[in-house]
């Protein structure tokens, strides 16, 4: 079975291409942030490699990423995603911590604030390769979601105050 080119979406599409545990999929689902994403369960995208999975993206695609659930995704303790970069050098790859860096890394990646680069350069990559956030990031974003819906005295929205920089991509000092 041949796979289509993928639809021309704003959204990265999330690939599934291991069907081997559906409630692993499910799980997956329920624990990701699916609002930037186009999710594609096609059983013709099974066991396809990188370049292969490349050769679906139509020409003037817009997302800068495929993000893939792969055979690694489901058979480690440890839930990561596969992330394929499609525009800056395409083919280069990024697994990323589920759920604790996915959104920040495909969120930053979308709205073009980090590159592919940043995070393959940035030296948070563990020692199995994978990107996870550091303490001083998963704090920061602790507090700017425990500020979300918060207002001053005035009833002015407030937002969280972190001290210092946040460590991560894009953030060092030169």
């Not at 994403?37 to 999975?53: C, I, K, N, Y």
């Not at 800068?64 to 596969?82: G, K």
């Not at 948070?124 to 974003?141: C, F, N, P």
Request: net charge negative; proline share 6%; glycine share 8%.
């Amino acid at each position: 079975m041949s796979a289509a080119p993928l639809s021309g979406t704003d959204f990265s599409p999330l690939l599934r291409t291991d069907f081997t545990d559906d409630a692993a999929w499910r799980a997956l689902l329920e624990e990701i942030e699916q609002s930037w994403l186009t999710v594609m369960a096609d059983r013709a995208h099974e066991g396809l490699s990188v370049p292969e999975l490349l050769a679906l993206v139509p020409d003037g695609s817009r997302y800068p990423t495929l993000v893939v659930a792969d055979r690694e995704t489901f058979a480690a303790e440890e839930r990561t995603l596969l992330l394929i970069d499609v525009q800056e050098e395409p083919g280069r790859t990024l697994r990323v911590a589920v759920p604790d860096a996915f959104a920040s890394v495909l969120g930053n990646l979308a709205i073009q604030n980090q590159s592919f680069d940043d995070y393959l350069e940035s030296g948070s990559l563990g020692e199995d390769g994978v990107y996870r956030l550091s303490d001083r990031h998963r704090q920061a974003l602790a507090e700017l979601r425990g500020a979300q819906g918060t207002q001053d005295a005035q009833g002015v929205p407030s937002f969280a105050r972190v001290r210092g920089r946040v460590p991560g991509p894009g953030n060092q000092r030169g």
